[in-house]
């Protein structure tokens, strides 16, 4: 079944660069999109359409993808940043929508 | 402000049911598909069902179809999801999110970009 590969954890100090991966067969044709989640609360989108920031998400977050990796950046990242974040994209047969599995973000 | 309010969420017992409901203001329901997802305690994101806005398209995640039901009321601006032959493997949070995109379609490019703060489900004797 199709899936989305994501690191289950990344670590960075205050004002440091995170990275976090997303790899999947179907991204060099499908657009990825970005969630975080802090504890207790619903997901919030943060990147769409590989690298486009809703209104209201900081300049600091961004997207970029090439090839079967799309890759979520937090540039100077900060304590409030830490949380999970999901990658998803939609597949190419049933089922239509798919998550990665989640990367915590642990700020040191 | 859009606003998805899940309810319904409860202790279940193995093998029986349970009916969650949503309910959307802030947007034009009947302009946008819906969706369910779960999060089991601790672990990630898991995409359930969703359902086009005319409910002409729906689709379910391997783990449910044939257990689970998903309906919406455009008159009510409701969205439902009729649990049948519960399992503890179901236990988890349930958010409806709005899709933004009014179809159900494989290979297409939609989000979901308003979630509900979800109802919890636990399957247990």
């Known amino acids: 079944s199709f899936e989305l590969t994501q690191p289950p954890s990344v670590s960075v100090s205050p004002g440091q660069t995170a990275r976090i991966t997303c790899s999947g067969d179907?991204?060099?044709?499908?657009?990825a999109y970005w969630y975080q989640q802090r504890p207790g609360q619903a997901p919030v989108v943060v990147i769409y359409?590989?690298?486009e920031r809703p209104s209201g998400i900081p300049e600091r977050f961004s997207g970029s993808s090439s090839g079967t990796e799309a890759t979520l950046t937090i540039s100077g990242v900060q304590a409030e940043d830490e949380a999970d974040y999901y990658c998803q994209s939609s597949h190419t047969t049933d089922p239509y929508v798919v998550f990665g599995g989640g990367t915590k973000l642990t700020v040191l | 402000d859009v606003n998805l309010v899940e309810s319904g969420g409860g202790l279940g017992q193995p093998g029986r049911s349970l009916r969650l409901s949503c309910v959307a203001s802030g947007f034009i329901f009947d302009d946008y598909a819906l969706h369910w997802v779960r999060q089991a305690p601790g672990k990630g994101l898991e995409w359930v069902a969703g359902v086009s806005w005319n409910s002409g398209t729906i689709g379910y995640a391997d783990s449910v179809k044939g257990r689970f039901t998903i309906s919406r009321d455009n008159a009510k601006n409701s969205v439902y999801l009729q649990m049948n032959g519960l399992r503890p493997e179901d236990t988890a949070f349930y958010y409806c999110a709005k899709s933004t995109d009014s179809y159900l379609e494989v290979a297409a490019d939609y989000y979901f970009d308003f979630w509900g703060q979800g109802t919890l489900v636990t399957v247990s004797s």
């Open positions: 179907t991204l060099p044709k499908l657009y």
């Open positions: 359409k590989d690298s």
